[in-house]
């Protein structure tokens, strides 16, 4: 490079170099040949190391294990030569383990040692001696030497727990440990011993037990149901405590211990609720005839057990032939018989124990019972609404009273309108029908879609019963709406129609291909049309 720059600053062109054209030429073959000239060179200095210095290396390794072996050599024959002169050492071949067996089971404690020679072999158990060589020296049966010197210990007992000692009566004295641990089953008991517990409504209570094993056992605590079977856990721990007692908490419960060693064990503790009587009456209003039977009963909770006592209009009634009073666990019933008119009238029935007194009242009735109605709640017309219901009556029926109102609603507020009252007679009805009446009447001139409300009240010879519960219904609308069965179709055969618009017809290309396939053309001619300009063709 710095002879062609002198050659142009002094004015001379440049001499053709013969060997310039022949370099241009094969430029192309020398960095082909390149990588394999020095693939060549590399392994012609490879060669050239192994066969000069590779033999020193190899002395050198081979005279460097040669030195090592004579060394140990050397080390093992005076290792070698003062075990010849002494006689073996004894060692033992077993391990010192803990092991863990039940109450009950039998236990085998190994000790193994070679060269024992003449020593004598010991177990010990803190300073008491149990074997010396063959001979027992411990007075319980139940230890005895097998296979050699090992220990065996059967029917374990918690006192068998702690370290046994087999050990070498050598200068050394050397020994080994094995750590006895006894699994005992878990045992429960209650406290009190008697397991019953009395307490008042709206006090606290403590339940508790005690629970022992190896290891300690964990509590918790159930209350069995009515069927005798536990229900879900409600607290654990040895101690139970009940606040603000209710009557329904008395009952079993179940104290539970569990260690995992046997089966889990229980022990039952039967708690009482004191409180004064708690009355519950099946009806408050009992209906029936001159002639025929009723029956009013009550159900009364006390603890202590409560008295009951049965009055009519606050006088006390006495059991006659035809008034008969009887109890079944907690049920008391009246009944009574041939039902006369003066039977009609209040009752109550009254529970006393020695914390309290309780009553409750009930009706023995004449008059009608209330109507119940029975139509559909959609009414199938635009302008009448069949309105039908039914009423229990002994004696026959002697008038029938119907109310009726429109309510307007939306969704934030209800007005209801004025009541329309009519006034109905009932027909006679079939003496294979002594009790109930049933009744229809059609309301006209209603508005199509609206809600109305409707009430029933009868009379009979007692008196007019009490007034129906409010019945609502809605009058049918003049709109003919599209059902959802017919709606579906529509939608479906819209949804159809729609697809096949936007689909594609058969045979055709999609027009993302089309665009694809021409940008590849274009670009496969461009590339062709340059190689040939670099080439010169064109």
Not at 293 to 317: G, H, M, R
Not at 395 to 421: A, K
Request: one cysteine or more; a positive charge; charged letters at 20%.
């Amino acid at each position: 490079m710095s002879i062609v720059s002198r050659s142009i600053r002094s004015g001379h062109s440049p001499q053709p170099n013969p060997t310039r054209g022949l370099w241009k030429g094969n430029r192309a073959t020398f960095k082909m040949n390149c990588p394999i000239l020095i693939v060549i060179s590399l392994g012609w200095l490879l060669h050239a190391h192994g066969g000069s210095g590779g033999g020193a290396v190899e002395a050198a390794i081979s005279n460097r294990g040669n030195n090592s072996r004579s060394m140990s050599n050397v080390q093992q024959s005076q290792q070698a030569a003062p075990s010849s002169l002494t006689a073996p050492q004894p060692r033992f071949l077993s391990r010192g383990h803990t092991y863990r067996a039940v109450v009950g089971d039998t236990l085998v404690l190994p000790c193994q040692v070679e060269n024992l020679g003449n020593f004598v072999l010991l177990w010990r158990r803190g300073p008491n001696v149990l074997t010396a060589s063959n001979i027992m020296v411990t007075r319980d049966e139940r230890v005895r030497l097998i296979d050699g010197y090992n220990l065996e210990i059967s029917d374990l007992e918690p006192q068998d727990a702690g370290d046994y000692v087999c050990q070498i009566s050598d200068k050394i004295n050397r020994d080994q440990v094995h750590t006895v641990e006894i699994l005992v089953p878990p045992s429960v008991r209650a406290i009190p011993t008697s397991g019953q517990l009395q307490a008042r409504k709206g006090g606290p209570i403590t339940l508790e037990c005690k629970g022992s094993g190896n290891p300690v056992p964990s509590i918790y605590w159930t209350k069995k149901s009515g069927a005798n079977k536990s229900t879900a856990r409600i607290g654990d721990g040895p101690i139970l405590t009940l606040e603000k007692l209710e009557r329904q908490q008395a009952g079993v419960y179940q104290c539970t211990a569990d260690n995992g060693v046997g089966d889990p064990v229980t022990v039952d503790m039967r708690l009482d609720v004191l409180y004064p009587p708690d009355i519950q009456v099946e009806k408050s209003w009992i209906h029936s005839g001159e002639g025929f039977e009723a029956k009013l009963v009550c159900i009364v909770y006390a603890d202590p057990v409560a008295t009951v006592s049965w009055y009519q209009n606050s006088f006390p009634i006495q059991s006659t032939d035809r008034r008969i009073m009887n109890t079944r666990a907690n049920r008391h019933t009246l009944t009574i018989r041939h039902i006369q008119q003066e039977d009609f009238g209040n009752y109550s029935c009254v529970a006393d124990n020695s914390l309290g007194r309780s009553r409750k009242y009930m009706e023995l009735s004449g008059r009608p019972g209330p109507a119940e109605f029975y139509s559909p709640k959609w009414g199938r017309s635009p302008d009448s609404y069949n309105l039908t219901w039914k009423i229990d009556s002994y004696p026959p029926l002697e008038e029938v009273r119907l109310l009726y109102r429109r309510v307007l609603m939306n969704d934030s507020f209800q007005q209801p309108g004025r009541w329309h009252d009519f006034i109905l007679t009932p027909e006679h009805r079939p003496a294979s029908e002594p009790l109930t009446h049933i009744m229809s009447y059609t309301i006209k001139n209603l508005h199509p879609g609206a809600y109305y409300e409707a009430i029933v009240q009868a009379k009979n010879r007692y008196g007019w019963n009490e007034v129906s519960d409010i019945f609502q219904f809605i009058v049918a609308s003049n709109n003919v709406d599209i059902g959802p069965e017919d709606a579906e179709v529509v939608a479906s055969s819209k949804s159809r129609s729609n697809s096949g618009a936007v689909a594609s017809p058969p045979g055709s290309l999609p027009q993302s291909l089309l665009l694809h396939s021409a940008l590849l053309l274009v670009l496969a001619l461009s590339n062709c049309q340059f190689d040939r300009r670099r080439l010169g063709l064109g």
